[in-house]
Antibody, heavy 120, light 108 residues
Framework: EVQLVESGGGLVQPGGSLRLSCAASGLTFSRYWMHWVRQAPGKGLVWVSRIDSDGRSTIYADSMKGRLTISRDNAKNTLYLQMNSLRAEDTAVYYC?????????????WGQGTMVTVSS | EIVLTQSPGTLSLSPGERATLSCRAS???????LAWYQQKPGQAPRLLIY???SRATGIPDRFSGSGSGTDFTLTISRLEPEDFAGYYCQQYDKSLWTFGQGTKVEIK
């Protein structure tokens, strides 16, 4: 079964840091672009970041640029998101998602999400 | 950045009725790069449609997508009880992805 499982969320103070992980199973992880998408409570989906299949190319949404680092370890089938200088408005469920092949940029597999709460 | 505007914000319908959801882009979008997702409360999004009109694996044929340029539509031909959920369109252009703000389909 193809599966993505996020972890690493939790409560962090403003200005703090957190590293999220996304463990992949049942797929050839190293073949796919991977993404992070977030969703604030009661709000819509916001794309955050993308990393290409070998980890050499990354891109970030303007809203979090400079405070994020996306990375991956293909040997461990794991995607990461390092988040620094966190703000209250970063409070959200963070999803990892697989970029589908030949799907025009669509995300065909999603994890269940991990909640990040930024509060003092 | 391309902005996607979905309408209506909420659609109140009964089971068996037809649902028509709109997604309008601030500039022309490649049909190849337009997708639709369904999200139920407390769950991750699920890909329904990619390339504007191709159904993802396992998606029932009551779901269909159409459109081109700046106007795209998701149609659910006959609403089943499990179809009452949130729906998002998404586009990909110049290495950036954006989502619409969503349409909620609720039971009337």
């Amino acid at each position: 079964e193809v599966q993505l499982v996020e972890s690493g969320g939790g409560l962090v103070q403003p200005g703090g840091s957190l590293r999220l992980s996304c463990a992949a199973s049942g797929l050839t992880f190293s073949r796919y672009w991977m993404h992070w998408v977030r969703q604030a409570p009661g709000k819509g989906l916001v794309w955050v970041s993308r990393i290409d299949s070998d980890g050499r190319s990354t891109i970030y949404a303007d809203s979090m640029k400079g405070r994020l680092t996306i990375s991956r370890d293909n040997a461990k089938n794991t995607l990461y998101l390092q988040m620094n200088s966190l703000r209250a408005e970063d409070t959200a469920v963070y999803y990892c998602a697989r970029g589908g092949r030949d799907m025009g940029g669509a995300f065909d597999i999603w994890g269940q999400g991990t909640m990040v709460t930024v509060s003092s | 950045e391309i902005v996607l505007t979905q309408s209506p914000g909420t659609l109140s319908l009964s089971p068996g009725e037809r649902a028509t959801l709109s997604c309008r882009a601030s500039q022309s979008v490649s049909s190849r790069s337009l997708a639709w997702y369904q999200q139920k409360p407390g769950q991750a999004p699920r890909l329904l449609i990619y390339g504007a009109s191709s159904r993802a694996t396992g998606i029932p044929d009551r779901f269909s997508g159409s459109g081109s340029g700046t106007d795209f539509t998701l149609t659910i031909s006959r609403l089943e009880p499990e179809d009452f959920a949130g729906y998002y369109c998404q586009q990909y252009d110049k290495s950036l992805w954006t989502f619409g703000q969503g349409t909620k389909v609720e039971i009337k």
